[in-house]
């Protein structure tokens, strides 16, 4: 049975930075592509971004590009996401999520519903 488990949230002024970080724990981290999304008190889950096994393809909202950056480490089973220069749009709680690549088929990153397992959520916070 896949888990995650997110961790790094946090408060921290607008302009900071955040190093939020997901670690899967189950078998076959690397046929899973792995994404971050985050859902703000009123508002639907949106995607952020995601890496695919490998981490040779990266995807992100237009919101974060240039602000944020998703990497994996499959030798710990990890994926972070640092958020640089951080906004208070950018407050959420984020979610890890992971979607099973050992099929081959299409990966469409942005898709909710393609996810398999979720985490529970790391809280984040930007005072303006």
């Known amino acids: 049975q896949v888990q995650l488990l997110e961790s790094g949230g946090g408060l921290v002024q607008a302009g900071g930075s955040l190093r939020l970080s997901c670690l899967f724990s189950?078998?076959?981290?690397?046929?899973?592509?792995v994404g971050w999304f985050r859902q703000a008190p009123g508002n639907e889950r949106d995607f952020v971004a995601a890496?695919?096994?490998?981490?040779?393809?990266?995807e992100y909202a237009d919101s974060v590009k240039g602000r944020f950056t998703v990497s994996r480490d499959n030798t710990r089973n990890t994926v972070d996401l640092q958020m640089d220069s951080l906004k208070p749009g950018d407050t959420a709680l984020y979610y890890c999520a992971a979607d099973w690549q050992g099929d081959g088929t299409t990966w469409f990153p942005h898709k909710e519903a393609e996810y398999d397992f979720w985490g529970l959520g790391t809280q984040v916070t930007v005072s303006s």
């Open positions: 189950g078998r076959a981290f690397t046929m899973y592509a």
């Open positions: 890496i695919n096994w490998n981490g040779g393809s990266k």
